[in-house]
Each structure stands twice: as C-alpha cells, then as structure tokens.
C-alpha cells in the first residue's frame, strides 16, 4: 500500500492529553498554510462552524486571503467570512481548477455517497503541491458498524433524540452515513494519484462516551482504553494528501 499510517505524533499527543479535537484539527489545517503566499483555502461541506464552532472556523479563514465554502444543505447559515460559497456537492461545485492551495474537510468524508467523483473534483482544484485534510471517523471502529447498523435499521435518530435531544437544537446536525471513505482502504484508491498520502489515527478512551447511555460507559472506556496505545483502528481517522 502507498501510505503512510501515523499514530504519535505532536497533534495525536495532544488529542490523548484530553484536549477537545477541533482545535488539534484546526492547527493541523493552519500548519499546512505557513508560508504560502495569500493562500486560498476551501472549506467542504463547511456547515455553521469547524465541528460547528464558527470562531474557530473564522480563525484558520483568517488566514488565507481567499476563502472558498462549499455547503449542500440549503438550511445550514453560513459564516460571513467567505468570500464565495457554493451550495451544492464539491463534486458539482464550479471552483476553477488548480486554484486552492488547501482544501479540508471536518466530519463530511462518512457522507460522502460517490468518493470516486469527490476525490476527482478535489484533485482538480488543489493547486500542484496543494494540500488537503480530511477528518473523519475510521469505518473500522465499532462505533462505525454500530452507526451504520442503527441507520439500516432506521433506528439512529430516535436513539439520537432519546440520549440527546432534537437534531440542530440540543444535540449536532447528524446527516445520513455511507462510510465508503473512512479507512485507508476505502480511501487509497481514490487517493492513488495524489503525491502522498498519509493517516493519521486519533484515539483515547473516552471517544464514545458521548454516544452511550450512562451505564454503558465504564465498558466502554475499559475497552477503548485497551486499544489506545496499539496500532488498531482507532475512532478518528485524518487524511493528508498532496497533490
Ligand atoms: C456533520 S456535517 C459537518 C459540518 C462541518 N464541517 C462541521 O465541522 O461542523 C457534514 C457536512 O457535510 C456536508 N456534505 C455532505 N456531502 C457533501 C459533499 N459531497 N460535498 C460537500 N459537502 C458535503 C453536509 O451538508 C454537512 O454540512
């Protein structure tokens, strides 16, 4: 395989240490644009914040000199700091090929339905030598079966707004689930003609707490404890690549 599966390093520290992982993200999307001239940096599937935090979404927009927003869902409010945003796929959007020096995407890759178009369109626009981040949730975890049996069997939302609330008001806007690039597996084709690839695990005990009645979650953390200093699959997954 042509990749390279990272799992220590100064951002995979700081996660463990227990800090909350959009600011690790988005540190690792800023690090990619020092010392590129007035960049531009496009945000797929931008939604209302990085992990719905618009502060920090504004902060990396801060700066490129050119910010790019591609948001599908018609209902989602977007950040006045764009300075063109597209309402469709990114497989659809009309962005001007080689224009983007870093592309990324927060929690968008599990709903991707055609990866293959997706990643087409994201080589495209990515200047040679741009780069792109993607995080997202490794389809290898349990917690990636257990979501995608839940939603076959139609039973994630109510399980969603029984532990959490309404969708949008007490609890994150969830959107349908694919899982078809959330593994280096899944992803290495459709990344194959980038020129490099690398993933990143992320992983600690407490991933799932937040999914989990109370009972279940000294179970939980017992075994997510069990896998974190291995090698395994971990919860999150980041894809960099360059073109
Ligand atoms: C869980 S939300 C994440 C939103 C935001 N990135 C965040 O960090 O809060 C997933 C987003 O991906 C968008 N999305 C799904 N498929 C997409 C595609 N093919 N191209 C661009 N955006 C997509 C959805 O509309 C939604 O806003």
């Not at 959009?22 to 209302?48: Q, W, Y």
């Not at 599908?72 to 977007?78: F, G, S």
């Not at 995407?105 to 990643?119: D, G, R, S, T």
């Amino acid at each position: 395989m042509n990749y390279q599966w990272i799992t220590n390093n100064a951002f995979t520290q700081r996660y463990l240490s227990g800090e909350w992982r959009s600011p690790v993200f988005c540190d690792m999307v800023a690090k990619s644009l020092e010392g590129r001239h007035k960049p531009t940096i496009l945000d797929i599937g931008c939604g209302n914040g990085f992990d719905g935090d618009e502060k920090l979404q504004a902060s990396l927009a801060a700066k490129a000199a050119v910010v790019l927003g591609v948001e599908p869902d018609p209902t989602v409010e977007l950040g006045s700091f764009f300075s063109n945003v597209y309402r469709c796929p990114l497989e659809e959007a009309p962005i001007a090929p080689n224009s983007v020096d870093v592309a990324y995407c927060n929690m968008v890759l599990e709903h991707v339905a055609q990866p293959q178009l997706f990643f087409k369109k994201l080589r495209e626009v990515l200047k040679p030598g741009g780069i792109f981040w993607g995080f997202t949730v490794d389809s290898r975890h349990l917690f990636c079966k257990f979501s995608a049996l839940m939603e076959r069997t139609r039973i994630k939302d109510l399980y969603l707004t029984l532990l959490k609330g309404e969708r949008g008001a007490d609890r994150y806007l969830n959107y349908p689930t694919c899982y078809r690039a959330n593994s280096p597996e899944q992803l290495e084709p459709f990344a194959r003609d980038f020129h490099s690839i690398e993933f990143i695990r992320f992983h600690r005990s407490d991933v799932l707490n937040y999914y989990l009645p109370k009972a279940f979650i000294p179970l939980s953390e017992l075994w997510n404890k069990s896998i974190t200093p291995t090698q395994k699959p971990g919860y999150m997954l980041a894809i960099h690549l360059t073109k």
